[in-house]
Protein backbone atom coordinates (compact mmCIF):
# COMPACT_ATOMS: atom_id res chain seq x y z
CA UNK A 1 0.00 0.00 0.00
CA UNK A 2 1.75 3.16 -1.19
CA UNK A 3 -0.47 5.76 -0.09
CA UNK A 4 0.54 9.22 -1.07
CA UNK A 5 3.54 9.00 -3.23
CA UNK A 6 5.06 12.82 -4.89
CA UNK A 7 7.29 12.75 -7.65
CA UNK A 8 9.90 14.24 -8.32
CA UNK A 9 11.70 14.28 -4.25
CA UNK A 10 13.69 16.92 -5.81
CA UNK A 11 14.17 19.33 -8.14
CA UNK A 12 16.33 22.91 -9.54
CA UNK A 13 15.10 24.99 -11.81
CA UNK A 14 15.33 28.59 -12.90
CA UNK A 15 13.79 31.13 -12.47
CA UNK A 16 10.89 31.71 -15.16
CA UNK A 17 10.63 28.00 -15.63
CA UNK A 18 7.59 25.64 -15.61
CA UNK A 19 6.84 22.55 -13.85
CA UNK A 20 4.59 20.24 -12.37
CA UNK A 21 4.19 18.43 -9.08
CA UNK A 22 2.42 15.03 -9.29
CA UNK A 23 0.55 13.72 -6.29
CA UNK A 24 -0.97 10.13 -6.46
CA UNK A 25 -2.89 8.67 -3.51
CA UNK A 26 -4.24 5.11 -3.71
CA UNK A 27 -6.20 5.09 -0.82
CA UNK A 28 -9.93 6.07 -2.54
CA UNK A 29 -9.49 9.82 -0.67
CA UNK A 30 -12.43 12.02 -1.91
CA UNK A 31 -9.99 14.88 -0.43
CA UNK A 32 -6.49 15.93 -1.02
CA UNK A 33 -4.55 19.33 -0.67
CA UNK A 34 -0.71 21.13 -1.62
CA UNK A 35 1.39 22.90 0.62
CA UNK A 36 4.36 24.15 1.31
CA UNK A 37 6.50 24.41 3.97
CA UNK A 38 9.13 26.92 5.53
CA UNK A 39 11.61 27.06 8.02
CA UNK A 40 9.09 29.25 10.84
CA UNK A 41 6.12 29.51 8.84
CA UNK A 42 4.76 25.69 9.32
CA UNK A 43 2.54 24.10 6.60
CA UNK A 44 0.50 26.29 4.69
CA UNK A 45 -2.34 25.11 2.18
CA UNK A 46 -1.99 26.59 -1.42
CA UNK A 47 -4.65 25.29 -2.82
CA UNK A 48 -7.13 21.63 -1.97
CA UNK A 49 -9.59 19.52 -4.08
CA UNK A 50 -13.15 18.27 -2.41
CA UNK A 51 -13.50 16.07 -5.28
CA UNK A 52 -12.77 14.74 -8.85
CA UNK A 53 -12.91 17.83 -10.93
CA UNK A 54 -12.79 20.46 -8.11
CA UNK A 55 -10.31 22.74 -6.60
CA UNK A 56 -10.15 25.52 -4.45
CA UNK A 57 -7.51 28.40 -3.33
CA UNK A 58 -6.17 28.15 0.29
CA UNK A 59 -4.53 30.43 1.99
CA UNK A 60 -1.25 31.17 -0.47
CA UNK A 61 -2.52 30.15 -3.68
CA UNK A 62 -0.35 32.74 -5.99
CA UNK A 63 1.89 31.74 -8.96
CA UNK A 64 0.18 28.24 -8.11
CA UNK A 65 -2.31 26.12 -10.19
CA UNK A 66 -3.66 22.63 -9.71
CA UNK A 67 -5.75 20.50 -11.59
CA UNK A 68 -8.04 16.84 -10.47
CA UNK A 69 -8.65 15.36 -13.78
CA UNK A 70 -8.77 11.77 -11.95
CA UNK A 71 -10.01 11.44 -8.08
CA UNK A 72 -6.48 9.50 -7.45
CA UNK A 73 -3.97 12.55 -8.67
CA UNK A 74 -4.30 16.22 -8.07
CA UNK A 75 -1.30 18.58 -9.69
CA UNK A 76 0.33 21.41 -8.71
CA UNK A 77 1.92 23.40 -11.47
CA UNK A 78 4.23 26.24 -11.10
CA UNK A 79 3.93 28.44 -14.24
CA UNK A 80 6.49 30.50 -13.91
CA UNK A 81 8.88 29.77 -10.92
CA UNK A 82 10.33 33.05 -8.94
CA UNK A 83 12.88 32.15 -5.93
CA UNK A 84 10.45 33.02 -3.18
CA UNK A 85 8.75 29.37 -4.69
CA UNK A 86 11.82 27.72 -3.12
CA UNK A 87 10.47 25.32 -0.62
CA UNK A 88 9.38 21.85 0.11
CA UNK A 89 5.74 20.58 -0.88
CA UNK A 90 3.85 18.12 0.55
CA UNK A 91 0.76 16.79 -1.03
CA UNK A 92 -1.86 15.29 1.39
CA UNK A 93 -5.15 13.57 1.53
CA UNK A 94 -7.93 12.46 3.62
CA UNK A 95 -11.23 10.33 3.72
CA UNK A 96 -13.91 12.60 4.89
CA UNK A 97 -14.27 15.71 7.33
CA UNK A 98 -15.66 13.31 10.35
CA UNK A 99 -15.16 10.52 12.01
CA UNK A 100 -11.90 8.29 11.59
CA UNK A 101 -11.73 9.56 7.97
CA UNK A 102 -10.42 12.79 9.42
CA UNK A 103 -7.11 11.78 9.91
CA UNK A 104 -4.64 13.90 6.86
CA UNK A 105 -1.79 11.10 5.20
CA UNK A 106 0.83 13.07 3.64
CA UNK A 107 3.77 12.26 0.83
CA UNK A 108 6.91 12.40 1.24
CA UNK A 109 7.92 15.77 -0.13
CA UNK A 110 9.22 17.48 -2.92
CA UNK A 111 12.05 19.86 -2.29
CA UNK A 112 12.00 22.52 -4.92
CA UNK A 113 14.83 25.25 -5.07
CA UNK A 114 14.70 28.12 -7.87
CA UNK A 115 17.71 29.76 -8.39
CA UNK B 1 -2.89 35.61 9.17
CA UNK B 2 -2.05 32.68 11.79
CA UNK B 3 -4.93 31.24 13.17
CA UNK B 4 -2.69 28.83 15.54
CA UNK B 5 0.36 30.01 17.56
CA UNK B 6 2.74 27.18 18.25
CA UNK B 7 5.55 27.80 21.20
CA UNK B 8 8.31 27.01 21.53
CA UNK B 9 9.93 26.92 18.03
CA UNK B 10 12.54 24.68 19.21
CA UNK B 11 13.04 22.69 22.63
CA UNK B 12 15.65 20.79 23.87
CA UNK B 13 14.62 18.02 26.65
CA UNK B 14 17.02 15.50 28.39
CA UNK B 15 16.02 11.83 27.77
CA UNK B 16 12.85 11.02 30.28
CA UNK B 17 12.40 14.52 30.68
CA UNK B 18 8.75 16.12 29.83
CA UNK B 19 8.32 18.01 26.63
CA UNK B 20 5.83 20.22 26.40
CA UNK B 21 4.70 22.18 23.04
CA UNK B 22 1.94 24.76 23.80
CA UNK B 23 -0.65 25.98 20.94
CA UNK B 24 -3.41 28.49 21.37
CA UNK B 25 -6.26 29.33 18.83
CA UNK B 26 -8.79 32.63 18.25
CA UNK B 27 -11.53 30.82 16.06
CA UNK B 28 -14.00 29.43 19.02
CA UNK B 29 -15.90 27.26 15.62
CA UNK B 30 -12.89 24.98 15.35
CA UNK B 31 -13.27 21.88 16.60
CA UNK B 32 -11.15 19.03 16.48
CA UNK B 33 -7.47 19.55 17.31
CA UNK B 34 -4.87 17.19 15.80
CA UNK B 35 -1.44 16.99 16.51
CA UNK B 36 1.71 16.12 13.79
CA UNK B 37 5.09 14.32 14.07
CA UNK B 38 7.14 14.86 11.36
CA UNK B 39 11.00 13.29 11.24
CA UNK B 40 13.59 14.24 8.97
CA UNK B 41 13.16 13.75 5.15
CA UNK B 42 9.50 12.65 5.81
CA UNK B 43 6.09 14.14 5.35
CA UNK B 44 3.94 14.76 8.58
CA UNK B 45 1.94 11.81 10.10
CA UNK B 46 -0.96 12.09 12.59
CA UNK B 47 0.69 11.41 16.08
CA UNK B 48 -2.91 12.21 18.34
CA UNK B 49 -6.28 14.24 18.45
CA UNK B 50 -8.72 15.54 20.60
CA UNK B 51 -12.47 17.67 20.42
CA UNK B 52 -13.51 20.23 22.82
CA UNK B 53 -15.87 18.16 24.44
CA UNK B 54 -12.83 16.76 26.55
CA UNK B 55 -10.21 18.16 28.27
CA UNK B 56 -7.60 15.41 27.95
CA UNK B 57 -6.86 12.24 25.69
CA UNK B 58 -4.37 9.83 25.93
CA UNK B 59 -2.05 7.45 24.00
CA UNK B 60 0.65 6.22 25.76
CA UNK B 61 3.44 8.50 26.67
CA UNK B 62 1.68 11.54 24.63
CA UNK B 63 -1.26 13.86 26.52
CA UNK B 64 -3.14 16.09 24.45
CA UNK B 65 -4.65 18.39 27.53
CA UNK B 66 -7.19 21.16 26.28
CA UNK B 67 -8.47 24.50 27.79
CA UNK B 68 -11.29 25.85 26.00
CA UNK B 69 -12.12 29.18 27.90
CA UNK B 70 -8.39 29.55 27.38
CA UNK B 71 -8.77 28.65 23.67
CA UNK B 72 -5.42 26.49 24.37
CA UNK B 73 -4.29 23.09 23.66
CA UNK B 74 -0.71 21.69 24.46
CA UNK B 75 1.38 18.50 23.67
CA UNK B 76 3.12 16.57 26.79
CA UNK B 77 5.66 13.60 25.96
CA UNK B 78 5.96 11.97 28.83
CA UNK B 79 9.54 9.81 29.39
CA UNK B 80 10.80 11.74 25.93
CA UNK B 81 13.40 9.36 24.36
CA UNK B 82 15.85 10.44 21.55
CA UNK B 83 13.43 8.55 18.98
CA UNK B 84 10.77 11.20 19.75
CA UNK B 85 13.17 14.13 18.59
CA UNK B 86 11.37 15.60 15.74
CA UNK B 87 9.08 18.09 14.20
CA UNK B 88 6.05 18.66 15.76
CA UNK B 89 2.57 20.91 14.58
CA UNK B 90 -0.20 21.67 15.83
CA UNK B 91 -3.62 22.01 13.96
CA UNK B 92 -7.21 22.73 14.27
CA UNK B 93 -10.07 22.80 11.95
CA UNK B 94 -13.53 24.13 11.43
CA UNK B 95 -16.54 22.33 12.02
CA UNK B 96 -17.70 20.88 8.58
CA UNK B 97 -14.34 22.51 6.95
CA UNK B 98 -12.05 20.63 4.26
CA UNK B 99 -8.55 21.87 5.45
CA UNK B 100 -6.28 22.31 8.46
CA UNK B 101 -4.59 25.38 9.52
CA UNK B 102 -1.66 24.58 11.25
CA UNK B 103 0.97 25.97 13.62
CA UNK B 104 4.25 27.06 12.89
CA UNK B 105 5.92 23.91 14.36
CA UNK B 106 8.10 23.59 16.98
CA UNK B 107 11.70 21.30 16.39
CA UNK B 108 11.77 19.33 19.33
CA UNK B 109 15.36 17.21 20.30
CA UNK B 110 15.93 15.07 22.93
CA UNK B 111 19.18 14.69 24.45
CA UNK B 112 20.17 11.14 25.53
Known amino acids: NAGVTQTPKFRVLKTGQSMTLLCAQDMNHEYMYWYRQDPGMGLRLIHY???????AKGEVPDGYNVSRLKKQNFLLGLESAAPSQTSVYFCASSYSLSGAGTEAFFGQGTRLTVV | QQQVKQSPQSLIVQKGGISIINCAYE??????FPWYQQFPGKGPALLIA?????SEKKEGRFTISFNKSAKQFSLHIMDSQPGDSATYFCAARRLGAQKLVFGQGTRLTINP
Open chain 1, 49 to 55: SVGEGTT
Open chain 2, 27 to 32: NTAFDY
Open chain 2, 50 to 54: IRPDV
